[in-house]
């Protein structure tokens, strides 16, 4: 049976996902917020909520190594599965600014947790904590982040003042679909968070590795679906801006409000798999600078990358 909810917490996430994102996008063309600043900022919000809601739902029970573990799983899972499929199945190109500011901006939220949960070695404290302090920081960076968003769409405001709205993009349809799929994505969360740790104490798992692995796919397979849907229709930038979007908003919003709620403690092996996160993403970056393409030789070895993470974090519990 709880197998069975698990499945059942996963599929209201991502059904729950789906419909927040196309409400949320309906009103954001109903205000006509330009088309720039629905992708990076609804998209990727509406793919990271699941993640958001599996992390508070987890520091509000204290299964600190749930939320974070969340949080670095899904943004590895990212980065090499999601991206190295899309890939596979169409190469894709990268705008100039994603290389110069927005990977470079993952890259350095990346660098900024390692910091802030490195306790032990820079501090010489017993534990290591992603305090509220550090919590507030990274929602302080959140906001730089926004600011650049916002300034972005505002310049490019006229493609969206001038274009149309749909005759069947209605104010009451929309506000209802995104408050289903946000009730969807908050009892789904409860079920993969409460049956995800059940299942973990049953197979001997940590914490940290079932927040690595089941939760952290479970809770990316809206990204996946997206960016392989958006490659699938040969729209490079939407399978990359959803990527690097949904990993930025891991890092400062979810981990960032989880910490607020409740300090999280981190154990030591999560601070491998963050140097892992962070390798990785300086990888991304330097196939992106490679033509401005990340072709399928580049997927296969994204896709291989997370193969060789899942037997290390596997054989490592």
């Known amino acids: 049976m709880t197998y069975i909810l698990l499945l059942v917490g996963f599929a209201l996430l991502i059904k729950g996902a789906d419909y927040f994102v196309d409400g949320a996008s309906g009103i954001a063309r109903l205000l006509r917020v330009p088309p720039i600043l629905i992708g990076l900022t609804i998209v990727a ?3 990271s909520s699941p993640e958001a809601t599996v992390s508070i739902i987890a520091a509000l029970q204290g299964t600190a190594g749930v939320a974070v573990g969340n ?11 999601v991206i190295g499929v899309a890939a596979f199945l169409y190469p894709l190109k990268v705008q100039s600014d994603s290389i110069k500011k927005e990977i470079p901006f993952t890259l350095l939220a990346s660098v900024a947790l390692l910091i802030v949960m490195s306790d032990v070695a820079l501090q010489g404290l017993g534990g290591n904590m992603i305090t509220r302090a ?47 799929g946000l009730v969807a994505i908050i009892i789904g969360g409860q079920f993969v968070v409460s049956n995800g740790t059940k299942i973990a104490y049953s197979l001997g798992m940590s914490e940290t590795l079932v927040g690595l692995t089941i939760i952290a796919i479970g809770t990316s397979l809206p990204e996946l679906v997206t960016s392989i849907t958006a490659a699938l229709k040969k729209q490079s930038e939407i399978a990359i801006g959803n990527v690097i979007g949904s990993n930025i908003f891991n890092i400062l919003f979810v981990l960032g409000v989880s910490s607020v709620i409740s300090p999280l403690s ?16 300086i990888v991304l970056l330097i196939f992106a600078r490679t033509g401005y393409k990340i072709g399928k030789v580049e997927g296969i070895v994204l896709t291989a990358a997370y193969v060789l993470y899942l037997v290390y974090i596997i054989i490592r519990n």
């Open 134 to 180: 550090d919590g507030l920081i990274f929602l302080l960076f959140l906001a730089i982040f926004m600011y650049y968003v916002i300034d972005n769409g505002l310049k490019s405001r006229s493609d969206a003042v001038d274009s149309p709205v749909p005759e069947n993009v209605r104010w009451g349809k929309n506000v209802f679909i995104t408050l289903i």
């Open 71 to 81: 949080v670095v799983g899904s943004n590895i899972f990212n980065i090499t599965l």
């Open 266 to 281: 981190v154990s030591g092996e999560v601070l491998t798999d963050v140097v892992f996160m962070i390798i990785l993403t």
């Open 45 to 47: 919000f509406g793919t």
